[in-house]
């Protein structure tokens, strides 16, 4: 995308007028919002700034490692490895963080910068002429984007405070804003979304493939309605309300109504490299360039074992080992039949030295299995970058494809039981990867159990699983986090680690903000 260099031309006119004011004794004039947002460059631009904390390279984002050494190296696929030495990312991987942790404020930090983005863009953006089409679109690009931030803000934390107008901040007392509901932040989110769908185009031209999309929005809103449905609003109403979005997203060949073109990938491996990114699976992604003003995936080499000749590798992320059984290295890895075909793109046992053409891995000495060695993650691997560059150019999926079909199968299960498009649903996900079709005949309550487990091997490394640790339920309609969390070895899990806490920092100036329960 052209964000971050128009990004960067604004921030260095910024900074020029700044230096000028600090040398002078007489300040000149500075730029006011008033005085910058004036045409449809400025629009673009304003807009554009919103995408770029998805994205941003040089620091930790959300969809830049962030959500990694944030979120999922709690869960039970993923642990820091030797790489990993800050104090805030180890405690929080074994769920011993506190209000104060780093990686938590972070999160929370960097979720709002970005609405406040969007919202100094829905509120300039109407004030400027230009061309009527592109205005609304842009909006919608805002709201969609606003929308999908406020539902990571909501699932990790709960009620949060609702921003939805650009504020001025003029004095201490304007940052104090009390917490939303959930229920309300998520009616914010649905409107969002409703209101985006129905202005986005359904697809784009270069330069702006990659941009949200009419389809991305409704596939989006059937996540929030089957997370809604789901733990811990529980509200299972719906279900209903996820099956008929998923089904205007998807494409007719999958029982939808869906016009934007969407299908699986045939080949698996094609999802996650560079030179196939924003496909025909790509809903939306976090767009990512190496080797071009910072705007590279900076996750390859975190997963990447160190010391390789001609690889820049740190092995900040590695698998969680635990006991199953008599072995005592069992991991995500394991999970994945032999027939698999999404085993060894997910992960690779060991590395070719570009340089020396050797192999290199990490045997583990498991008298369980003979011959064993450590599983890398794998999906943001690019060939290209190697030893170039620390940067990938994979994108990282927010939404893709499959997601929406295993949405679509999950609500369709849980309103209507184990159906026909159920099954279809499901069975398009596991055929693509060489597994057979679903035993037919499962109960509800199995075929559940099934889904679960699909979006667990097909979204690993994705950003997904924590999300879906903290919502899933089993028979009994209880949460599975904490049991799930113990089978792995990470028995500091309990039942207030369903919401993140508020950051320490954030209640300190917020005097209206509240603590989650349990963490004070």
Known sequence: MKSVNNLLIILSLFCLVSCKKFLEEEPAAIISDNQFYNTQEDAVNAVNAVYFLLNAGGLQTPYNTLFNTGMNMAGDDEDPGPGATNPDVRSLSVLAHSSTNLRVYEIWQQHYAAIKKANVALEKIPEIEFDEQLKNRLLGEAKFLRALYYFNLVRLYGGVPLIIENQEFIDANDYAVAKSTAAEVYTQIETDLKEAADVLPPSYSSPDVGRATAGAAKALLAKVYLTKASLPLNIQLHYEDAVRTAEEALSPQDGGSGEYGYDLIENYAEV????????????????????????????????????????????????????????????????????????????????????????????????????????????????????????????????????????????????NGPTPKAYRSLNRVRNRAGLPDLTAGLTKDQFRDSVYFDRRLELTFEYQRWFDLIRQKDASGSGVLVRNLHKVGKTNAADKHYLYPIPQSEIDNNHLLEQNPEWN
């Open 272 to 415: 996650f490299l560079p030179a196939h990114k924003n496909g025909v699976e790509h809903i939306f992604s976090a767009q990512f360039k190496s080797n071009s003003l910072n705007q590279g995936n900076s996750e390859m080499l975190r997963a990447i074992l160190g010391g390789i000749p001609g690889l820049r590798g740190t092995y900040a992320h590695m698998v969680r080992f635990y006991r199953e059984g008599e072995d005592n290295y069992f991991s995500i890895f394991k999970l994945f039949s032999p027939q698999d075909k999404r085993k060894y793109v997910t992960f690779v046992t060991h590395f070719n030295s570009p340089t020396n053409n050797q192999q290199y891995g990490l045997p583990i000495n498991n008298p369980a299995v003979p011959q064993d060695s450590t599983p890398f993650f794998n999906k943001l691997w690019d060939p290209n970058s190697l030893a170039v560059t620390s940067e990938s150019a994979a994108n990282v999926a927010i939404i893709r494809y499959a997601d929406l079909l295993l949405i679509h199968a999950e609500a369709e299960n849980e309103l």
